[in-house]
Structures are given as structure tokens and as C-alpha cells.
């Protein structure tokens, strides 16, 4: 796979298996005319916020969108972005949220993967770093 993606010269999707998933989370306020709305994941400690992420690569086969904590089935998604398109516009003061998992696009911050040999069926890969793009 190292070669495949030549080192840090291309990204890939990788599983945080530490924060790889969005529940319930407020993605906007319709106002009767926006369609599009990014999905983003907020991170806060009680109910202090300390930050967004947004999410751009979400999967597929996980993406529950609620209207007013009502499920829908009434949007597209781009996979490469994680922007939702309605097909029919929220209405006014509605809260829409979302479940959904994702990865993270990362790529390697290595250009040579070195290995040490143990034995002649086993080898040790030293550090592999991951750079999120």
C-alpha cells in the first residue's frame, strides 16, 4: 500500500477508530431557501464548544439526516465533500441534524518505509506518520 500511494505523494481514507463517527449533530437552521448544508461534527465538553470539523469524507451506508428530529430520505450527498443537497427546500426554523460515520483524509509524511529484518518470515516497520489533508 506504501508503494501504491509512492509515500506521501498521495492521500488515502483511513478509520480513526477513535473518533470516527457523528451523532445527533446540528448541521444547520432551514430558512426556507438554502438546499445545501455541510456535515460537521462539534466537538465541546459540557455544553461549552470548542470547535468544527468538517467532515468531507463521510460513508456511505451510515448517513441518517433528520428535519425537526423527523428521519428523511429527501437528499443527495457528495462523498467527496460531505455537503448534503435537499431535494426540497427545509422549511423555516427547522433543525436539521445528522448520523453518520466517516474517515479522515490523510496521507503518509514518509517517502521511505524502512524495514528491519528479525527473521527470514517477519520484519518490523519502523515509524509510519499520518498527516491529516
Known amino acids: 500500500f ?6 506521501k ?20 437552521l432551514g430558512d426556507g431557501t438554502t438546499k445545501k448544508f455541510q ?34 430520505n429527501n437528499f443527495d450527498i457528495d462523498l467527496t465533500t460531505g455537503i ?3 431535494n426540497s427546500t427545509p422549511k423555516n426554523n427547522s433543525k436539521i441534524q445528522a448520523d453518520f460515520e466517516f474517515d479522515v483524509p490523510v496521507r503518509f509524511n514518509n517517502d521511505v518505509m524502512e524495514i528491519t529484518m528479525n527473521s527470514i518470515n517477519s520484519g518490523n516497520v519502523k515509524e509510519l506518520e499520518l498527516i491529516e489533508i
Not at 2 to 7: A, E, L, M, S, Y
Not at 40 to 68: A, E, G, Q, W
Request: hydrophobic residues 35%; glycine residues 6%; contains cysteine.
Open 39 to 72: 456535515l460537521i461534527k462539534t466537538y465541546k465538553i459540557n455544553d461549552n464548544i470548542l470547535c468544527y470539523r468538517k467532515i468531507t469524507k463521510p460513508v456511505i451506508s451510515t448517513i441518517k439526516i433528520f428535519i425537526d428530529n423527523v428521519e428523511t
Open 2 to 7: 506504501f508503494r501504491n500511494v509512492k509515500g
Open 84 to 86: 448534503i443537497t435537499f
Open 9 to 28: 505523494a498521495y492521500g488515502f481514507r483511513f478509520k480513526d477508530w477513535s473518533d470516527y463517527e457523528g451523532k445527533k449533530e446540528y448541521i444547520g
